[in-house]
Nanobody, 118 residues
Framework: QVQVFEFGGALVQAGDSLRLSCTAT????????MGWFRQVPGKQREFVAQ????????EYGDSVEGRFTIARDNGKKLVYLQMNDLKPEDTALYYC???????????WGQGTQVTVSS
């Protein structure tokens, strides 16, 4: 059974940095792409970033490009989301997900809250 866990959410001030972490259990971590998404109540889930299984390829949503960095350490079975220059509009519940085929994400964590105060 695949389970995804994300952690590291916090209340921070605008301009601060924060790093989220995520792990997945139940199958080979290094085989599958990983991704980060976020959602604000009443709005659609938004793509944040994704990374290929070996960590070679990354992609970012337009709203975070240049401020957020996704990385993974397959030896530790962790994927990270480094968030710099945080803005109040980054406030959301952040979800980590693991893909099965390509970047089709079908295993999701419960989310970790990031709140950015102005």
């Amino acid at each position: 059974q695949v389970q995804v866990f994300e952690f590291g959410g916090a209340l921070v001030q605008a301009g601060d940095s924060l790093r989220l972490s995520c792990t997945a259990t139940g199958r080979s971590f290094s085989t599958y792409a990983m991704g980060w998404f976020r959602q604000v109540p009443g709005k659609q889930r938004e793509f944040v970033a994704q990374i290929s299984n070996a960590g070679i390829f990354t992609e970012y949503g337009d709203s975070v490009e240049g401020r957020f960095t996704i990385a993974r350490d397959n030896g530790k079975k962790l994927v990270y989301l480094q968030m710099n220059d945080l803005k109040p509009e980054d406030t959301a519940l952040y979800y980590c997900a693991q893909a099965s085929i390509g970047y089709d994400f079908d295993y999701w964590g419960q989310g970790t809250q990031v709140t950015v105060s102005s």
